[in-house]
């Protein structure tokens, strides 16, 4: 069974942006960085909880039904539209929104990365 990963732009401390999210079960934060060498390519990375980040492979575009998506391996990521447009923040199942730590509500993650 296939596992669902949301995935937020962030930015580092120099203005560089990429991709993250995490996967709390098993303790490993999954990113996509441009590469050093070439910003037109992809890479897909992860930490696990020593902080190391490790190259898991470069994403290559490819066209599907559904649009644009970058894979490697057993991993995909694509936009994330599986969401009420209406209604841009995550909800929990009782509800109520998921918050940050400054209480600001959390908005639906930009893309997905899917783990087959």
Not at 18 to 39: A, H, I, P, Q
Not at 61 to 70: A, I
Request: glycine letters at 8%; one cysteine or more; a neutral charge.
């Amino acid at each position: 069974m296939s596992k669902f990963i949301g995935l937020w732009i962030s930015e580092d401390k120099n203005g560089n942006t990429y991709l993250s999210g995490n996967d709390k079960e098993k303790k490993t934060r999954y990113f996509v960085f441009n590469d050093k060498d070439d910003s037109s390519v992809k890479n897909l990375c992860k930490s696990v909880d020593t902080g190391d980040i490790e190259k898991i492979g470069k994403l290559d575009k490819h066209d599907g039904k559904h649009g644009e998506f970058m894979a490697c391996g057993d991993f995909i990521v694509s936009e994330h539209r599986f969401y009420d447009e209406a209604d841009p923040y995550l909800k929990r199942k009782d509800g109520s929104y998921v918050t940050d730590r400054n209480g600001e509500k959390i908005a639906h993650p930009e893309y997905q990365l899917r783990i087959k």
